[in-house]
């Protein structure tokens, strides 16, 4: 079994910052590209940035320059960190990676999700 634990949500005032962290344990063999998505209220879910395991990034317009996804893959960990929070990040921010584990079977996982309010 594989899992995917966040950590870092909270609330915070517009203008602050947030790191969020997603640690991937269990029968693991490889990790390829790991992400982090958002859905707010009302919203479908968003693909927020991703990180190739050869360290190849992506986001979403809306925060670049903002954000940025990390990786330590000694740790099998990403790491958003989030600067200059707007209201409009406010969302369950979920974590997402694609792995392979020890039968060969390749699957993509979900974290439980962790929730970012930006608000003052």
């Known amino acids: 079994q594989v899992q995917l634990v966040e950590s870092g949500g909270g609330l915070v005032q517009p203008g602050g910052s947030l790191r969020l962290s997603c640690a991937a344990s269990g029968s693991i063999s490889s990790i390829y590209t790991m992400g982090w998505y958002r859905q707010a209220p009302g919203k479908q879910r968003e693909l927020v940035a991703r990180i190739t395991s050869g360290g190849l990034t992506k986001y979403v317009d809306s925060v670049k320059g903002r954000f940025t996804i990390s990786r330590d893959n000694a740790k099998n960990t990403v790491y958003l960190q989030m600067n200059s929070l707007k209201p409009e990040d406010t969302a369950v921010y979920y974590c997402?990676?694609?792995?392979?584990?020890?039968?060969?079977?390749?699957?993509?996982?979900w974290g439980q999700g962790t929730q970012v309010t930006v608000s003052s």
């Open positions: 997402n990676a694609d792995i392979r584990d020890y039968s060969s079977s390749y699957s993509s996982y």
